[in-house]
Structure formats: C-alpha cells, structure tokens
C-alpha cells in the first residue's frame, strides 16, 4: 500500500509539474514577446447601421508565438491578468492604438473612434486615468479619439474606485462603453450613476435573435433603455444579414461583427477606411 501511494504521489506530482511547467514557459514567453514586438493590435470595424460607414473600431490583441502561430486572447489575457502582466501589456496596446490614430488622423480617411478593452486588474493599478492621459498627451491625439470598453465583471468588487477611476477616464474626455451588457452582474442603478455612453448587446443575444421571440425582445429593450439615457447602441457578433436587417428595423446604432468583418490588421482597417462605405 505504501510503495502504491508513493507512485500515485510521484505521478501527481509530475502531473502537476508539467500543467506548472507548461504555465510558467508560457509566462517567460509572454515577457520576451513583449520585449520582441510579438503584439499586434487588430481592429474590428464597427458600422453605422444607416449609413453603413466606419465610425469606430475595436482593439483586439493578438500574439504571434513564434512556435504556436497566432495566439488569440482567449489563450493569454487570464495569465496575463495572474501574473501581473496585464498592465504592461495593456500600456503597449494603449500607445500602440493612439500611434495608429495618430496615423490614420494625418491622412484623409473618415476619422474613427478606436475602443481598448481593459481589465478588472487594470484599474487596480492605481495610475491608469494618468496613463491614458499621456498616451493621448504623447501621440497629440483628441480624447474623443478614444472609448474604454469594461465588462460588467469589471465592476463585481471595489464598485465605489472602480466607478471613480471611470469618472476620471470620462473627465479626460473618453468615452466608456459597457461591453457584452445584459449577462453580467451590472445592475441598473450602477447605470444610472456611471457616466456611461454606449452599450454593447452581448453576442448571445444577437446570435439567437430571428429564432427565440426573448432574446428579441431583450435586445430591443437594451436599445430602447440605452437611447433613453442618451446612450448609443452595438450589436456585437452580427454574423448575417437577416440580424442586420432586424437590428436596423428596431433602431440599433451600430453594428460590429464578421457580417461587416472580421478583427483586422492595422494595414487591411486602412484599405477598409479608404473604402468609405462597407458593402
Ligand atoms: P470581446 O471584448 O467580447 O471582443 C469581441 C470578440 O468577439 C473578439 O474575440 C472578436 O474576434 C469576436 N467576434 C467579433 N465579431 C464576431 C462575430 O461576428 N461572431 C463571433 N462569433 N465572434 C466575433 P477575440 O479577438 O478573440 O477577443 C476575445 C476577448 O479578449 C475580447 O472579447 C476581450 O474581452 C479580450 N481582449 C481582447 N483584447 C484585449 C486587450 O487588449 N485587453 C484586455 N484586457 N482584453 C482583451
Ligand atoms: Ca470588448
Ligand atoms: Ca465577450
């Protein structure tokens, strides 16, 4: 009995070993990535659904492992939320994103508002309404040139800081956006009191709007609610044109999903900029 719990105990361990040695390669990867450039930001077109042109874009990361290819968030940001990691990268995507705008602001392309994601873990750090400042500063870029989007779990501990730091961000002259609104733990009295200028309809929602009359019904409310406190309103995920169709009938503002298009490099967003008019 004894020499079985022995190897059941090495075989654990070793178990547990490799899952942490796995974690921790992935971890040394992610700082020399940073170091190496490895990051780049995509940019997924949101639309005007009357006069389908390009009016904002999203920032999407991206990390091009040099063994594993293109690495979508889903395969980083929480390690990089545990490990602290998050703060830097999120700076680098900030200035990243306002030297495009900068860019895109010298020619002769529709200006765009662009949206960064952040993080729970970003607002804990204490600086970050400074540090979006003087990226804006460093790249002579207007704030209106910039939306932070925050999901309701943003807002499930340290609500009274939390909704401080937005009101700061909001006095820089950014706008705030909440992200995937209706499956998370925003009540409506945080609403109220947030200085809140867009609402983002979750995904979800939108993929089941021609089949389930609730999911309808729960997306033209969003959009009803969010017009009536002067918010504007996008759909996320619009796949087809059906949901197109319908989002335009209940008076939707914008649009953001592979319908339009996929997130896209910097070089392609310009080709799409330049095309004025999505068809
Ligand atoms: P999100 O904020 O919900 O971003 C939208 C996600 O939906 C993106 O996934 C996008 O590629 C995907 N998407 C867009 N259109 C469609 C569509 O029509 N259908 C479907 N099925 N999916 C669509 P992505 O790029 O993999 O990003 C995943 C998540 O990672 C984002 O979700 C966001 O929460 C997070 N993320 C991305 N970049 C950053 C970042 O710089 N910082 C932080 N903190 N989080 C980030
Ligand atoms: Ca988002
Ligand atoms: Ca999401």
Excluded at 170 to 199: C, E, M, R, W
Excluded at 212 to 220: E, G, K, L, V
Excluded at 225 to 237: C, E, I, Y
Aim: hydrophobic fraction near 40%.
């Amino acid at each position: 009995v004894k020499e079985k719990g022995k190897n059941n105990y090495s075989f654990y361990a070793n178990g547990l070993n490799e899952s942490a040695k796995k974690r921790l390669t992935l971890e040394k990867e992610m700082y020399d990535a940073l170091d190496a450039g490895h990051f780049e930001v995509f940019y997924q077109p949101q639309v005007d659904i009357k006069t389908h042109r390009i009016v904002g874009a999203e920032a999407l990361l991206r990390w091009h492992h040099p063994q594993k290819g293109l690495l979508l968030p889903s395969k980083f940001i929480s390690l990089a939320e545990d490990i602290g990691l998050i703060n830097p990268i999120g700076d680098w995507l900030l200035n990243a994103v306002c030297s495009q705008q900068h860019s895109w602001q010298q020619t002769n392309l529709p200006v765009i508002n662009v949206a960064i994601n952040l993080s729970h873990k970003q607002f804990l750090h204490n600086d970050l309404c400074r540090r979006i400042d003087q990226a804006l500063i460093k790249h002579h870029l207007q704030a209106n040139s910039l939306k932070v989007e925050i999901t309701e779990n943003v807002m499930i501990k340290d609500i009274d800081r939390i909704a401080q730091i937005l009101c700061d961000i909001k006095a820089l002259g950014v706008s705030i956006a909440i992200d995937d609104f209706g499956i998370g733990y925003f009540s409506l009295n945080t609403l109220k009191n947030l200085p809140i200028d867009q609402l983002k309809i979750d995904k979800s929602f939108v993929a089941q709007l021609s089949q389930d009359s609730d999911a309808a019904n729960i997306i033209q409310t969003i959009i009803v609610l969010g017009h009536n406190m002067h918010m504007n309103v996008v759909a996320k995920g619009v796949e087809t044109l059906d949901q197109f169709n319908q989002l335009n009938r209940w008076h939707c503002d914008l649009i953001q999903g592979y319908y339009f298009s996929r997130p896209v490099t910097a070089m392609v967003m310009t080709d799409l900029l330049a095309k004025k008019v999505l068809s």
